[in-house]
């Protein structure tokens, strides 16, 4: 029966770590500043989260909420705000956004300094050249989780299911400069559950509850399922949980898996890029 990571804990140890860093900074503490368009339920409570666990950690934060309603310019415009403001050191543009919104055209107008998402065309480029930068903060908690496990990435075949900007993409650029063998797999993948079947390390990212079988999974691999769905008010994640239980090696929950170490990789990203911006 497989390992199920407590990604709570975890999480909160990483947020420990940052204790020193945040204390050798002083006064004033690293600043987060979010900025959440519309009334998204659950974009809404993934903001909280990272308020409160700013709170904890002695991270000033800044909630901006904006209404659905409110224009590209108008956005654009908050952004250049908050880039000019010296006493915010992150910025997070809270996705999906709007359908009238450009999310490109938002995640490149944060200075690449204060984008503690990772989503800048620089940050991504710092990624594909594997130079030191921001990375998005649930592909670093992966990296993190199987660190922190004990699983060795190097040489490992590591099969990708979902090939989005924030997570699927960043994940297997990382994988691959860690000297793992990356397959990287989309909606228009053939035979996904044969290919699955090779992983070593298995993520999952495409928020298709229950996709992956139990049947798909190598026995012993690595299972960290990104994905989230509300089914009948209850949160369930892109692996078939209990079937995979019984086949893999490791696995993360849904909930109280993955997410607690976005969170903790975002404080880590806001405390590394005050400390770039203020040299405290």
Known sequence: MATVIDGTKLGKEIRDELTSQIAEIGDPPPCLATILVGDDPASAIFVRGKHRACKRNGLLSLDIQLPASTSEAELLARVDELNADASVHGILVQLPLPDAIDEKKIAAAVLPEKDVDGLHPFNVGKLFANEPGRRPGTAEGCIEILDRSGVKIEGARAVVIGRSEIVGKPVA??????????????????????????????????????????????????????????????????????????????????????????????????????RAQTGR
């Open 173 to 274: 650029m990382m994988l691959l400069h860690r000297h793992a063998t990356v397959t990287l797999c989309h909606s228009r993948t053939r035979d996904l559950a044969s290919i699955a079947r090779e992983a070593d390390i298995l993520i999952v990212a495409v928020g298709s509850p229950r996709l992956v079988k139990g049947d798909w999974i190598k026995p012993g691999a690595a299972v960290l399922d990104v994905g989230t769905t509300t089914i009948d008010g209850k949160l369930v994640g892109d692996v078939d949980f209990d079937a995979a239980l019984e086949v893999a090696g490791l696995i993360t929950p849904v909930p109280k898996g993955i997410g607690p170490l976005t969170i903790a990789m975002l404080l880590s990203n806001t405390v590394a890029a005050c």
